[in-house]
T-cell receptor
Framework: DSGVTQTPKHLITATGQRVTLRCSPR?????VYWYQQSLDQGLQFLIH???????AKGNILERFSAQQFPDLHSELNLSSLELGDSALYFC???????????FGSGTRLTVV | AQSVTQLGSHVSVSEGALVLLRCNYS??????LFWYVQYPNQGLQLLLK??????LVKGINGFEAEFKKSETSFHLTKPSAHMSDAAEYFC????????????FGTGTRLLVSP
């Protein structure tokens, strides 16, 4: 157990739907990062939050959004889902980003 | 912009043989470098990291990597492969300032045969 908790582990939904992925960071970590892992694009950075504030955005689609709450858990919202959004979504946390992250076990999203 | 190139999407070795996974990076500032391992249906686990200081870094499970600035490389090695080492390995780079994101390579799948 890495200490980073992601729920749900698996999610199957239809095109056009909206889903929410949840991440609880390791105790004491203020930073949360979201990554998407797919076969064709590998590990892509989506977004970074630090202590409730957005710090950096990567290749995140406009249909996707995220937030970090006062208790430091984070949610990634994916809307108007397309088949191509099927992927593993990882959350990672760190005290600071410089020294590597601790990853959760991921949420496997399948859009049918 | 930073980038990472991992040579070889698949590497096959026999149990007991040397493991060498190659990683080259590009960074305009001094980099921090990382190797992660991903077992099937699991998240990524940090194997080792280079930030500053000694260029030869040792990690978990007998792995080590050497930072070579002149070659812009950070290759991962293990003297003797074990069946349990079969997994996907990712090299990553981040800038050494601020809250910088990790940029990952495309990964190398290590296959270990008996």
């Amino acid at each position: 157990d890495s200490g980073v908790t992601q729920t749900p582990k698996h999610l199957i939904t239809a095109t056009g739907q909206r889903v929410t992925l949840r991440c609880s960071p390791r105790s004491g970590d203020l930073s949360v990062y979201w990554y998407q892992q797919s076969l064709d694009q590998g590990l892509q950075f989506l977004i970074h939050y630090y202590n409730g504030e957005e710090r950096a955005k990567g290749n995140i689609l406009e249909r996707f959004s995220a937030q970090q709450f006062p208790d430091l858990h984070s949610e990634l919202n994916l809307s108007s889902l397309e088949l191509g959004d099927s992927a593993l979504y990882f959350c990672a946390s760190s005290v600071e980003g410089l020294y590597g992250y601790t990853f959760g076990s991921g949420t496997r999203l399948t859009v049918v | 912009a930073q980038s990472v190139t991992q040579l070889g999407s698949h590497v096959s070795v026999s149990e007991g043989a040397l493991v060498l996974l190659r990683c080259n990076y590009s960074s305009s500032v001094p980099p921090y470098l990382f190797w992660y391992v991903q077992y099937p249906n699991q998240g990524l686990q940090l194997l080792l990291k280079y930030t500053t200081g000694a260029t030869l870094v040792k990690g978990i499970n007998g792995f080590e990597a050497e930072f070579k600035k002149s070659e812009t490389s950070f290759h991962l090695t293990k003297p003797s492969a074990h069946m349990s080492d079969a997994a996907e390995y990712f090299c990553a780079v981040s800038e050494s300032t601020g809250f910088q994101k990790l940029v990952f390579g495309t990964g190398t799948r290590l296959l270990v045969s008996p």
